[in-house]
C-alpha cells in the first residue's frame, strides 16, 4: 500500500465489520467502536509503509502488538488454551513458537469476508517457496463459538489449506475467553445480541496479524491479494529484521 487514498481504503476497510446474522454479513462503519477496541491501525493521512518498504501488501505497525503471556494476570483469559481442530488444547503463545503465525477472527457461516481471506491465504502460500509453507502457521479463532466447534472449524478449513505442509489450524473457547484474547490483540469482536434462531450476533474486525517472536509488527486488510501475500510473507520468514516502521 503506498500514498494517502490507499491509507484512508485500508482504515475504511477495517472498519467494516463482519456481522454474524442468520449467515449473512452487515458493514457498519464505526471508527469510534474501533478505536476503542485497541486497534494499531495507522490513522488516515498517513502511512506505517512507504513506497519502497519490503511489506507490499500489508501495514506495518507503528506499536507492535504482543501475544498475551500466561505469567500475566491481568491477561489470564485473554492467555488461556483453547480448543484446536487438530484435538490440542494449545494457547496462542505456544502456537506462534518456531513459526510466523497469521490469526484472524471469523466464523465458518460468514458467506464472504472470512472464506475470502482463507482462499487467499491457501492460494498465497501454495505459490510461496517451500522454506516459507513450512514457516507459516495459519490460526482462525471463531467468533462464533456456539456453532463453531473443533470438528466444524476443521471440517470448514480444509477447504482452504489442501497441500500445505501446515493444515490451517481453528480455534474456540468460551466467548468470554475469545473477547478477552480479542481484545489484547487490538482486534474488534463485539456481541451484539441474540437472533430469533438463538444464535449469537457479533462483529469482528478483519485483519490478519502476523506474530513473530511474541509480537505482530504487521496486518492485512480484507480484498489482499494473493499476491501480496505472498510477496509479503517470504520477507517477514527470510528477512523479518527488514520490516520496521
Known sequence: ????????????TLQGWCRVRAGRVLAAASLTLVAACG??????????????????????????????????????ASAAAFSASDGTRPTLAQLQQGHLMLVFFGYTH????????????GVALRSAP????????????????????????KAWLSNFDAGLPQPFLGLTAPATQILAAAGALGVPLVPTGKNPDG??????????????????????????????YTHDLTTLVRDPASVHA
Request: aromatic residues 4%; negative net charge.
Open 1 to 12: 500500500m503506498s500514498g494517502p487514498a490507499a491509507t484512508v481504503d485500508a482504515v475504511n
Open 199 to 228: 444464535s449469537t450476533s457479533y462483529d469482528h474486525g478483519t485483519q490478519v496479524l502476523a506474530f513473530q517472536n511474541g509480537v505482530a509488527k504487521v496486518l492485512w486488510l480484507a480484498a489482499t491479494t494473493p499476491q501480496d
Open 39 to 76: 486497534s494499531s491501525v495507522a490513522p488516515a493521512g498517513s502511512t506505517a509503509s512507504s513506497p519502497a518498504a519490503p511489506i507490499r501488501g500489508g501495514d506495518v505497525l507503528p506499536s507492535p502488538v504482543a501475544l498475551p503471556q500466561a505469567s500475566a494476570s491481568a491477561a489470564r
Open 110 to 121: 460468514c458467506p464472504d469476508v472470512c472464506p475470502t481471506t482463507m482462499a487467499s491465504l
Open 130 to 153: 517451500a522454506d516459507v509453507q513450512q514457516a507459516v502457521r495459519v490460526v482462525f479463532v471463531t467468533s462464533d463459538p456456539y456453532r463453531d466447534k473443533p470438528a466444524a472449524l
